[in-house]
């Protein structure tokens, strides 16, 4: 079963993924949803998940590189995903010391978890 935590503050982009886990996995997958990076960490705290998608902007961070950072100590092995309808600019990503980030244009989300995103 994946396990996987979506940090964004749009309730549309949950019910979404949820859409996109669910043709791809049937039932098994658990989504969890955390709409702030606060609280976010108080869910990683006790929990790990194999993906965690993070918006690129959530407010009051202006993008991955506040965001991973404050992060980065809770992620463990979890696939890290940012998500933002402009992947095309390298400025925003963060220094991410070795750990694999992704970064997917919310346009392209369907397709790229229909055809193995979090299958590898």
Known sequence: MKQVLLIDDDVMEHKLLETFLFRRYGGAFELVWANTV???IEILRT???DAIFIDRILPP???ARETFPLLAGHIGSSQVIYISSDTSSYQWQP???GV???FIDKLDMRDRIMNGLLDA
């Open 38 to 40: 606060s609280a976010a």
């Open 47 to 49: 929990r790990s998940f």
């Open 61 to 63: 961070h202006l993008g």
């Open 95 to 97: 220094d991410s010391n």
């Open 100 to 102: 694999p980030i992704q």
